[in-house]
T-cell receptor
Framework: DQQVKQNSPSLSVQEGRISILNCDYT??????FLWYKKYPAEGPTFLIS?????DKNEDGRFTVFLNKSAKHLSLHIVPSQPGDSAVYFC??????????FGTGTSLTVIP | GAGVSQSPRYKVAKRGQDVALRCDPI?????LFWYQQALGQGPEFLTY????????KSGLPSDRFFAERPEGSVSTLKIQRTQQEDSAVYLC??????????????FGPGTRLTVL
């Protein structure tokens, strides 16, 4: 039973444009959400997080939006750069330490 | 280095062999987590330690899987009598605090286990 879903396995974007990665979840108890970035043969690297008390968190080129009523979050990267090409995982947790991960979206930024 | 390290990075085992995977968390981090990542999937939770105490092992798929962290720092994930379905990348993560849902987990590079 997949509690966190990333329905787009891949995404291609032109350099300089906006990349939008989407994530949906089913558990209304989730209160903390994160995005991780993963390069081949490396572990996931923390990118940005958001608490359920907020609807937006921004860090440089990266912004995460949370829509609790829709149980949806998204990661915006603008402007996209070739070095952003990686697999992006969203993750969620509910009042505890176990994180539930989505299946990932592979982003390719075309120079 | 200051990050989470794991060894070995790659392990090939024959079906039925026992394997031991090691994780060195970030120094001073209280919490340590093990995840299993199958090909094309996201990481799936296996077990969690706070210091030396194993507080949650609900994700361990069978009694062939065993994890320990005897001194509250280095952890070992042991898989007995390996099966082909155990082939995956095993990720270790650590976080600074104890029980807190808002604490970021930092991941190691993983150990890719292949069972033949």
């Amino acid at each position: 039973d997949q509690q966190v879903k990333q329905n787009s396995p891949s995404l291609s974007v032109q350099e300089g444009r906006i990349s939008i990665l989407n994530c949906d979840y089913t558990n209304s108890m989730f209160d903390y959400f994160l995005w991780y970035k993963k390069y081949p043969a490396e572990g996931p690297t923390f990118l940005i997080s958001i608490s359920s008390i907020k609807d937006k968190n921004e860090d440089g080129r990266f912004t995460v939006f949370l829509n609790k009523s829709a149980k949806h979050l998204s990661l915006h990267i603008v402007p996209s750069q070739p070095g952003d090409s990686a697999v992006y995982f969203c993750a969620a947790s509910a009042l505890g330490n176990q994180f539930y991960f989505g299946t990932g979206t592979s982003l390719t930024v075309i120079p | 280095g200051a990050g989470v390290s794991q060894s070995p990075r790659y392990k090939v085992a024959k079906r039925g062999q026992d394997v031991a995977l090691r994780c060195d968390p970030i120094s001073g981090h209280v919490s340590l987590f093990w995840y299993q990542q199958a090909l094309g999937q996201g990481p799936e939770f296996l077990t969690y330690f706070q210091n030396e105490a194993q507080l949650d092992k609900s994700g361990l798929p069978s009694d062939r899987f065993f994890a320990e962290r005897p001194e509250g720092s280095v952890s070992t994930l042991k898989i007995q009598r390996t099966q082909q379905e155990d082939s995956a990348v095993y990720l270790c993560a650590s976080s600074q605090k104890g029980t807190s849902s808002t604490d970021t987990q930092y991941f190691g590079p993983g150990t890719r286990l292949t069972v033949l």
